[in-house]
T-cell receptor, first 116, second 113 residues
Framework: KAGVTQTPRYLIKTRGQQVTLSCSPI?????VSWYQQTPGQGLQFLFE???????NKGNFPGRFSGRQFSNSRSEMNVSTLELGDSALYLC???????????????FGPGTRLLVL | GENVEQHPSTLSVQEGDSAVIKCTYS??????FPWYKQELGKRPQLIID?????GEKKDQRIAVTLNKTAKHFSLHITETQPEDSAVYFC????????????FGAGTRLTVKP
């Protein structure tokens, strides 16, 4: 089985712009979670999607949003980018219930976003 | 919400020695505790996890212990090898509620040959 894939792998944007990141889960997986990883804040949970619905959301401003398509692929969008949004954005997929159900999550390679 | 503290932030051991990383959490509702290993430039990978109805879990050279009363859990790596060098993250979450999931800040483990 192919692993979790994320595109693009690297991205450079300027403040005020918006960005869309994509995640394709492992075939058959229906839960997709997004995380932000920075040296200062570490790994932080953004949100989780299951069956095209946002099931859980972390403590991030409304500039961060996402969606999931019927084929379980997910996108996350960050509007009005700030310098502090520079980070590695990771998505992870699991079969049904995700991390909160004690189900193994498989991480993608991440998208490294740099905001100038 | 949950707050997870992880210690130490860096750990250097000699090959063959044991390494112990400790995490404490604040939310008594947390009952699922995974550990992730992240090698430089790579994605996090789950290495072991434990649920609150279990006090200890072992998988070859890796073990995790949980003390629910004291709200702390630890990762133990025995007979360390250079390929164990990585950043290790702990996490705590109430089952079925990702909203309160928190990760520790990470421990950079270096195993010297």
């Amino acid at each position: 089985k192919a692993g979790v894939t994320q595109t693009p792998r690297y991205l450079i944007k300027t403040r005020g712009q918006q960005v869309t990141l994509s995640c394709s889960p492992i075939s058959g997986h229906r839960s997709v979670s997004w995380y932000q990883q920075t040296p200062g804040q570490g790994l932080q949970f953004l949100f989780e999607y299951f069956s095209e619905t946002q099931r859980n959301k972390g403590n991030f401003p409304g500039r961060f949003s996402g969606r999931q398509f019927s084929n379980s692929r997910s996108e996350m969008n960050v509007s009005t980018l700030e310098l502090g949004d520079s980070a590695l954005y990771l998505c992870a997929s699991s079969f049904v219930r995700g991390l909160a159900a004690g189900e193994t999550q498989y991480f993608g390679p991440g998208t490294r976003l740099l905001v100038l | 919400g949950e707050n997870v503290e992880q210690h130490p932030s860096t750990l250097s051991v000699q090959e063959g020695d044991s390494a112990v990383i400790k995490c404490t959490y604040s939310d008594s509702a947390s009952n699922y505790f995974p550990w992730y290993k992240q090698e430089l430039g790579k994605r996090p990978q789950l290495i072991i996890d434990i649920r609150s109805n279990v006090g200890e879990k072992k998988d070859q050279r890796i073990a995790v212990t949980l003390n629910k009363t004291a709200k702390h859990f630890s990762l133990h790596i025995t007979e360390t090898q250079p390929e164990d060098s990585a950043v290790y993250f702990c996490a705590a979450t109430p089952l079925y509620n990702n909203n309160d999931m928190r990760f520790g800040a990470g421990t950079r483990l270096t195993v010297k040959p």
